[in-house]
């Protein structure tokens, strides 16, 4: 009986594949990675002081290899500061047309995500701003653009849609919505600034708990609580 030979396989063809795979996805995890390590710099070191050499070290990248995705050190820091706001507010409930949620759960877990940046790098990017931004005036634009804006925005928009369902008292739906994170950055920035000093620091979750029963004690109507 004649024997069947199966065709033999190249055995470097399945190594070669899996290393151009492996080589692709570092690739596309390099944007990633770089704005990790900026982060990290801005946050030690602010803006001004920040180099693009320390960046790539951090990353693990050339110099060269940062500026193949980010053109200047200022779309870097936009890239950082959208970074930032995907981690923390990208689970939110966005109101739409659609699915509008009741402020009475909308703002609880709006503050709670707030009080998560706590343990991150968000509030050293707020004394970043505050400490430089009169010399760098296109951060704060960006912060604005990216994050501030955004922010308000989604917060603005439940509370027009909570006064059309006669939820919320009358009122500026922008003034509102500054009411209810104002605490919080208060609260952020007190720790970020006077970490230092011994001074007694809030915890920011206690805050949030506390201060969206006190914020929508005063903005929801009878149907709206």
Known sequence: MKKTTE???DSMQ?????????????KDARPSEIIDAALEVFA????????????????????????VYFANKEELFRAVARSILATHLSLL??????FAPPLAEFVPALLRKVAATAGSQA????????AEGSRFPDLAQVWHDEVV????A?????????QQRGEVRAGDP????MSIIGPMLAGTLFREVLGNTGARMPDLHELAVQHAGVVLKGMLTETGG
Not at 46 to 67: D, I, L, N, Q, Y
Not at 93 to 98: F, G, N, V
Request: glycine content about 10%; aromatic content about 4%.
């Open 7 to 9: 065709p033999k396989q």
């Open 14 to 26: 399945l190594p070669a594949k899996g290393a151009a795979q492996g080589r692709r996805r570092r």
């Open 44 to 67: 030690e070191q602010g803006f001004g002081a920040a180099r693009v050499e320390e960046v790539a070290r951090r990353a693990g990248v050339s110099k060269g290899t940062v500026f």
């Open 93 to 98: 409930p966005a109101p739409s047309a659609e």
């Open 123 to 130: 509030p050293a990017m707020v004394r970043l701003l505050i």
């Open 149 to 152: 804006s955004k922010v308000l």
């Open 154 to 162: 989604l917060v603005t928009r439940a509370i027009e849609q909570g």
């Open 174 to 177: 922008l003034l509102y919505a």
